[in-house]
């Protein structure tokens, strides 16, 4: 099929009846007017229009508040969120600090890769001896005065521990995580509530 020229009067009425629509969806952008060259009268009409700069001020859109960088709730309510998978009267004694924790390891210090080694392995002992409760001490991480653009959260250890302990190999043998109680560590410490070991 060939293309035929849109002849002038053709493209006036095109026009006319274009300029008398309603947009379908009037909060989008318009699209372009037209795929036809412009006629040479517009092309004037747009060069020797000058462009009106709109007055504003600076940080005129802006709410008053900073930007959050940070969109999750904080490590102690996510951890208070997670649904309780163990007899509910032990999380309570858990909870208050009554039970006391069969074995502890503590990662002050360790790198990130070697601390994920050493609770694989830690956790996996204590598994197959059939303890129950252990306690992870994390730290609560050091605090840093450098607000760079970049938010780093306090203490990595403390908010990588939670996440290994629900990934495979551990999540087979972890039934339940929950912040230690003050007297074992408070927030910087997790009781880890091991499943019964099988056979």
Same mark, same amino acid.
């Given at each position: 099929?060939?293309?035929?020229?849109?002849?002038?009067?053709?493209?006036? +009425?095109?026009?006319?009846?274009?300029?008398?629509?309603?947009?379908?969806?009037?909060?989008?952008?318009?699209?372009?007017?037209?795929?036809?060259?412009? @006629?040479?009268?517009?092309?004037?009409?747009?060069?020797?229009?000058?462009?009106?700069?709109?007055?504003?001020?600076?940080?005129?859109?802006?709410?008053?508040?900073?930007?959050?960088?940070?969109?999750?709730?904080?490590?102690?309510?996510?951890?208070?969120?997670?649904?309780?998978?163990?007899?509910? /009267?032990?999380?309570?004694?858990?909870?208050? #600090?009554? @039970?006391?924790?069969?074995?502890?390891?503590?990662?002050?210090?360790? =790198?990130?890769?070697?601390?994920?080694? *050493? +609770? @694989?392995?830690?956790?996996?002992?204590?598994?197959?001896?059939?303890?129950?409760?252990?306690? *992870?001490? =994390?730290?609560?991480?050091? /605090? @840093?005065?450098?607000?760079?653009?970049?938010? *780093?959260?306090?203490?990595?250890?403390?908010?990588?521990?939670?996440?290994?302990?629900?990934?495979?190999?551990?999540?087979?043998?972890?039934?339940?995580?929950?912040?230690?109680?003050?007297?074992? #560590?408070?927030?910087?410490?997790?009781?880890?509530?091991?499943?019964?070991?099988?056979?």
């Amino acid at each position: 099929m060939s293309r035929r020229k849109v002849r002038p009067d053709e493209l006036a +009425l095109w026009r006319k009846v274009a300029d008398t629509a309603d947009p379908i969806h009037p909060d989008r952008p318009a699209p372009a007017k037209s795929l036809l060259k412009p @006629t040479s009268r517009e092309v004037r009409e747009a060069r020797s229009a000058p462009k009106a700069i709109e007055a504003f001020e600076i940080g005129q859109k802006v709410n008053g508040h900073a930007p959050a960088h940070d969109v999750l709730p904080g490590l102690t309510d996510r951890m208070k969120a997670l649904p309780v998978m163990m007899d509910k /009267r032990a999380h309570a004694n858990l909870r208050r #600090g009554k @039970t006391r924790p069969e074995a502890r390891i503590d990662l002050h210090g360790m =790198t990130v890769d070697r601390a994920h080694g *050493v +609770l @694989t392995g830690f956790i996996l002992r204590a598994h197959s001896q059939g303890k129950r409760l252990v306690l *992870v001490i =994390t730290g609560k991480g050091k /605090r @840093t005065d450098d607000d760079g653009p970049i938010p *780093v959260r306090q203490g990595v250890l403390r908010h990588n521990v939670p996440h290994w302990l629900q990934i495979p190999p551990l999540a087979q043998v972890v039934m339940q995580v929950s912040e230690a109680h003050g007297r074992h #560590g408070g927030g910087g410490a997790y009781y880890v509530y091991l499943r019964r070991p099988r056979g």
